[in-house]
Structures are given as structure tokens and as C-alpha cells.
């Protein structure tokens, strides 16, 4: 019984201390991630309700949904790896700018209003009624980040 409890705070401390290198690691990302994940989950839940509601749910389009959200994280893991190449290629070049991961941190906002947008529409379908304002913020939320990050990529 001892040693269980000596090989559980073995594991605990563990993934604890892998949770913070991850964290240190990640940095300013870690509340957007937080949140997409969030959102993911609502927008799986939401969308289920709608299919549910419309008479059409299907494990398969359930599946195909999970996988795209793993494609999500693929997606921020990619622009997490282009930060950190570009920082570490200014830090070899001996330029003194600070860098961090600006381009996950972009991907990862533009993704948690996707997944706002998709989780009106669900909440639509199922009947609830959803302020047109509501909609036209987030939509407009999407366009000034991909027109941010055009404009920070034309400089």
C-alpha cells in the first residue's frame, strides 16, 4: 500500500514537472490553447445537438470532426515550430530582436473564432436564437486578424 502511494506521487510529480517545462516552453500560448480547447469542445457538443436535432447524426461526420480538431493543434504545433526557427535564426544571426511565438499565438486566435462562428451556426440550427450583431463581431474579430497578420507579413 506504501509504495503505491510513493509510485503516484512518483507519477504526479512527474507530470508535473512535465507540465511546467511544457507551459515555461509554450509561454504566452497557454491561455489561447486553453480556450480552443474550450471552444473545441463546445463546438463538438453544439454540433452533435444540431445533428441530433436535424435528424442527422452520423459517427462518421462525428469522427471526421475530432480529426480536425486535432488538425487544429497540428496546425499551432507547425507555427509554434516556424517561431521558434525564425528565433532561433535571428539569435544565431547575432540580431538582438525579440522574438517569441508570434505566429502560434495568431493561428491560435484565429482558430478559437472559428470556432465561434461554428458554434453560432450549431446553436442556430438547434433553434436557439442568435443575435445577428453577435455574428457580424465575431466575423468581423476573423478578418481584422487575418488582415493584421497580412499586414505585419507585407513589412
Known amino acids: 500500500m506504501e509504495m503505491e502511494k510513493t509510485a503516484e506521487k512518483g507519477v504526479q510529480a512527474a507530470l508535473s514537472v512535465a507540465a511546467a517545462a511544457f507551459t515555461a516552453y509554450i509561454g504566452a500560448l497557454v491561455v489561447p490553447i486553453l480556450v480552443l480547447l474550450i471552444m473545441m469542445i463546445i463546438d463538438y457538443i453544439s454540433g452533435m445537438s444540431a445533428a441530433w436535432c436535424d435528424n442527422s447524426l452520423s459517427s462518421k461526420v462525428g469522427a471526421k470532426g475530432i480529426l480536425k480538431k486535432v488538425g487544429y493543434m497540428a496546425l499551432i504545433a507547425v507555427a509554434m515550430g516556424i517561431d521558434y526557427l525564425i528565433c532561433t535564426g535571428v539569435a544565431n544571426a547575432g540580431v538582438d530582436i525579440p522574438c517569441g511565438m508570434w505566429l502560434g499565438l495568431v493561428v491560435s486566435v484565429w482558430l478559437i473564432i472559428n470556432e ?40
Open 116 to 155: 465561434m462562428i461554428s458554434i453560432l451556426e450549431n446553436l442556430a440550427r438547434i433553434g436557439v436564437p442568435v443575435p445577428g450583431f453577435l455574428t457580424r463581431i465575431i466575423k468581423r474579430l476573423k478578418v481584422s486578424v487575418e488582415d493584421k497578420k497580412e499586414d505585419d507579413s507585407d513589412e
